[in-house]
T-cell receptor, first 116, second 112 residues
């Protein structure tokens, strides 16, 4: 079974600093996808970034980048120049393939707080 | 382009009742999946539909069911509600199973 581990229950960062949220995964499937989502207090899961297991380069989306280290099975999210609006829960997820079906397995999340 | 729409946003039900939640995916997306989020268990997969067919179901009792219509809209139903069913129910859609999944705002169900 696939597993996602986020070891940081909470993080506190000063505004404008960069922050790295850790995520490690475990799978025997050679083809997988890794996702990061942001969940503000409103509850909506906001898609941030995606990395495929065969992608040669680390994914980037604006201030978000994914530090993908395949051999170490880690997929850390890096947020550059943090903003107050970045305060939220962040979830790392892995797509599990089951006979073509889409299923995401989530970590327990990291609560990020940006201090002014 | 409209995002994933879930209705209603909030629900309060009594134990023993049943409830139906609705999810309208992004236009053109054929895959719809449902997740339950609770403080204790985190985010757990309920089921996934693709072109009106349920392709996978998570480890939930038979009280949890769903369906998908020809326009890709999906509903999930929970019968004989229990207090432990109180949760945020999230729906995600994607064009196909190998691409990004986009979530709606969720339906927050409270069972009293």
């Amino acid at each position: 079974a696939q597993k996602i581990t986020q070891t940081q229950p909470g993080m506190f960062v000063q505004e404008k600093e960069a922050v790295t949220l850790d995520c490690t995964y475990d799978t025997s499937d050679p083809s997988y996808g890794l996702f990061w989502y942001k969940q503000p207090s409103s509850g909506e899961m906001i898609f941030l970034i995606y990395q495929g297991s065969y992608d040669q380069q680390n994914a980037t989306e604006g201030r978000y980048s994914l530090n993908f280290q395949k051999a170490r099975k880690s997929a850390n999210l890096v947020i550059s120049a943090s903003q107050l609006g970045d305060s939220a829960m962040y979830f790392c997820a892995m797509r599990e393939r089951l006979q073509g079906a889409q299923k995401l397995v989530f970590g327990q999340g990291t609560r990020l707080t940006i201090n002014p | 382009k409209a995002g994933v729409t879930q209705t209603p946003r909030y629900l309060i039900k009594t134990r023993g009742q049943q409830v139906t939640l609705s999810c309208s995916p992004i236009s053109g997306h054929r895959s719809v999946s449902w997740y339950q989020q609770t403080p204790g268990q985190g985010l757990q997969f309920l089921f996934e539909y693709f072109s009106e067919t349920q392709r996978n179901k998570g480890n939930f009792p038979g009280r949890f069911s769903g369906r998908q219509f020809s326009n890709s809209r999906s509903e999930m139903n929970v019968s004989t509600l229990e207090l432990g069913d109180s949760a945020l129910y999230l729906c995600a859609s994607s064009p196909d199973p190998n691409t990004e999944a986009f979530f709606g705002q969720g339906t927050r169900l409270t069972v009293v």
